[in-house]
């Protein structure tokens, strides 16, 4: 409801004055939707080249970095990956993965002088090996070393500094002794998969939990887990008429005009042959990034495990683009699977 209020005044705000108060007050009635982070795809060509492509994102968030030594000695790999403080406009927040204050500070201090503006600590990793070394989500069930890492932290570092956790590693209570302590620093933001650790990404959603969190916590708080279509985001939006900042993932790869969707942006005709120019650009931009070298196609093959959903027959078309090896291979897979095949979208 909130989306469609908003754009029946975006339109009307086209061809009337309304002042900027007014605008302002419809602005912020807009759902913001960040990228979520995902290690292999969202890096920087992917999203140099989706910005290009389509709209609604207002943030996009790295894949987590780790083991930070010291930045000058960032192998140049990584460092391309923080080429771009924006793009296209949007701004880019790194995220680490660290149990460190002293590598988080470096990081904090190292992406500063590159001219982001906010850093991003990863609480959520699920994965056992990460896990099991009390990192990401891991650290949950440990309030007292947050606090710690925390309180050196946010007295050392000049950007702004946010969070993205889980409900818990093994139990979704964990997080309610972690609300004192995130509400009694200044965290720029906290955004929450509601699931907890354990689960990795099976079973439900733990809206229950999500909702009761919602009065308690002071930083501004986005809404992550498994907002996959435009009707998911619309029984959100009404369950938790409070929030308004959403974290997509799987949804957003699945369907890259999701966020458009959501806002009711304006879409093109033919979403087919626009999906079709970005699979193409993201494509050659891959062969460019990493210099012709055959794993940019292991890259566009995990990207097209996500696409592949929006088809009329996901299977199928996954399918055609999971056995290829080479680039001639791979471009005449994608022709065919945009000859035979129908995008359906979200
Ligand atoms: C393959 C994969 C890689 C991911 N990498 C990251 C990461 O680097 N940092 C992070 O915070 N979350 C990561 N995530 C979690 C997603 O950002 C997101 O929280 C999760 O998929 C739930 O959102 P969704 O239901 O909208 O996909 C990853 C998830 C997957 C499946």
Same mark, same amino acid.
């Given at each position: 409801?909130?989306?469609?209020?908003?754009?029946?005044?975006?339109?009307?705000?086209?061809?009337?004055?309304?002042?900027?108060?007014?605008?302002?007050?419809? /602005?912020?009635?807009?759902?913001?939707?960040?990228?979520?982070?995902?290690?292999?795809?969202?890096?920087?060509?992917?999203?140099?080249?989706?910005?290009?492509?389509?709209?609604?994102?207002?943030?996009?968030?790295?894949?987590?970095?780790?083991?930070?030594?010291?930045?000058?000695?960032?192998?140049?790999?990584?460092?391309?990956?923080?080429?771009?403080?924006?793009?296209?406009?949007?701004?880019?927040?790194?995220?680490?993965?660290?149990?460190?204050?002293?590598?988080?500070?470096?990081?904090?201090?190292?992406?500063?002088?590159?001219?982001?503006?906010?850093?991003?600590?990863?609480?959520?990793?699920?994965?056992?090996?990460?896990?099991?070394?009390?990192?990401?989500?891991?650290?949950?069930?440990?309030?007292?070393?947050?606090?710690?890492? /925390?309180?050196?932290?946010?007295?050392?570092?000049?950007?702004?500094?946010?969070?993205?956790?889980?409900?818990?590693?093994?139990?979704?209570?964990?997080?309610?002794?972690?609300?004192?302590?995130?509400?009694?620093?200044?965290?720029?933001?906290?955004?929450?998969?509601?699931?907890?650790?354990?689960? /990795?990404?099976?079973?439900?959603?733990?809206?229950?939990?999500?909702?009761?969190?919602?009065?308690?916590?002071?930083?501004?708080?986005?809404?992550?887990?498994?907002?996959?279509?435009?009707?998911?985001?619309?029984?959100?939006?009404?369950?938790?008429?409070?929030?308004?900042?959403?974290?997509?993932?799987?949804?957003?790869?699945?369907?890259?005009?999701?966020?458009?969707?959501?806002?009711?942006?304006?879409?093109?005709?033919?979403?087919?042959?626009?999906?079709?120019?970005?699979?193409?650009?993201?494509?050659?931009?891959?062969?460019?990034?990493?210099?012709?070298?055959?794993?940019?196609?292991?890259?566009?093959?995990?990207?097209?495990?996500?696409?592949?959903?929006?088809?009329?027959?996901?299977?199928?078309?996954?399918?055609?683009?999971?056995?290829?090896?080479?680039?001639?291979?791979?471009?005449?897979?994608?022709? /065919?699977?945009?000859?035979?095949?129908?995008?359906?979208?979200?």
């Amino acid at each position: 409801m909130k989306t469609l209020y908003f754009c029946f005044f975006a339109k009307l705000s086209y061809k009337s004055h309304l002042s900027s108060n007014t605008l302002n007050y419809i /602005l912020q009635q807009l759902p913001i939707i960040y990228l979520a982070p995902f290690q292999g795809i969202t890096g920087v060509t992917f999203r140099l080249v989706y910005a290009k492509h389509f709209q609604g994102v207002d943030k996009f968030f790295t894949p987590f970095f780790t083991t930070i030594h010291h930045s000058s000695k960032l192998p140049p790999r990584k460092l391309a990956e923080l080429g771009h403080p924006y793009e296209n406009g949007i701004p880019v927040v790194p995220q680490i993965l660290s149990k460190d204050a002293d590598e988080i500070i470096r990081f904090a201090n190292f992406c500063e002088r590159l001219g982001f503006d906010e850093l991003n600590w990863n609480l959520g990793c699920p994965y056992p090996q990460v896990a099991n070394k009390k990192r990401g989500s891991g650290m949950l069930p440990f309030p007292v070393m947050v606090e710690d890492i /925390l309180g050196k932290v946010m007295n050392e570092i000049n950007i702004k500094f946010s969070i993205k956790c889980r409900l818990g590693y093994v139990s979704a209570d964990e997080i309610f002794d972690l609300v004192p302590i995130f509400n009694h620093y200044p965290i720029s933001g906290l955004t929450i998969h509601a699931r907890t650790g354990k689960q /990795l990404y099976t079973g439900k959603t733990d809206l229950e939990t999500f909702e009761k969190l919602i009065p308690l916590i002071s930083p501004p708080l986005t809404y992550n887990g498994d907002i996959f279509f435009r009707k998911d985001f619309e029984c959100f939006d009404k369950q938790f008429n409070t929030i308004n900042s959403f974290m997509i993932g799987r949804g957003l790869l699945w369907d890259p005009f999701l966020p458009a969707k959501i806002k009711d942006l304006t879409i093109v005709d033919n979403q087919q042959e626009h999906i079709r120019q970005f699979i193409n650009d993201l494509y050659f931009a891959y062969r460019k990034q990493m210099n012709d070298n055959l794993s940019a196609i292991s890259v566009l093959k995990e990207y097209w495990s996500y696409l592949s959903m929006s088809f009329n027959d996901p299977h199928k078309v996954f399918k055609k683009l999971k056995k290829v090896n080479r680039f001639d291979e791979y471009e005449d897979a994608v022709s /065919l699977v945009f000859d035979e095949f129908n995008w359906v979208g979200a």
